[in-house]
């Protein structure tokens, strides 16, 4: 990603400082739309496990992951001290995979769990 070329692009079309989020999105990653939230004061971190889904399609979804990482699409792993270090508070959603009408594997991400507990809304929820 040439960051600097977009940005003499976005400003040869007079589109800052409207478009700036683009440039700190390439720079700092895009908001996701997931307000900032904690659980609890004592908990620094919510990661459920995967889904059975999920681990019936492990190799497709390794495989998967494997080939977002290459692009550059997806970075880590990451540990939880790395991610601590940074993050006061994260969480992740259970993993989960369905088959497509055509049947290929599509990898999900389970922002609706947890379901029913009150306690633990959903990241949909927020």
């Known amino acids: 990603m040439n960051v600097g070329a977009w940005e003499a692009a976005l400003k040869a079309a007079g589109l800052l400082p409207e478009f700036q989020d683009v440039l700190d999105g390439f720079c700092k990653g895009f908001d996701q739309g997931i307000p900032k939230h904690r659980l609890t004061k004592d908990l ?5 496990p995967n889904h059975t889904s999920a681990l019936l399609a492990k190799s497709k979804i390794e495989e998967s992951i494997q080939k977002e990482l290459k692009a550059k699409r997806m970075f880590g792993p990451f540990t939880y001290k790395q991610v601590a270090e940074r993050f006061p508070f994260f ?3 259970p993993l ?3 088959i497509n ?3 290929s594997l599509r990898l999900i ?3 609706l769990f ?8 959903s990241v949909n929820s927020l």
Do not use: Q
Not at 44 to 48: D, I, L, Q, S
């Open 44 to 48: 620094t971190y919510y990661t459920p």
């Open 91 to 93: 969480r992740t959603n």
């Open 96 to 98: 989960g995979a369905v």
């Open 101 to 103: 009408g055509d049947g």
């Open 109 to 111: 991400n389970d922002l």
């Open 114 to 121: 947890p379901h029913g507990r009150t306690e633990i809304p």
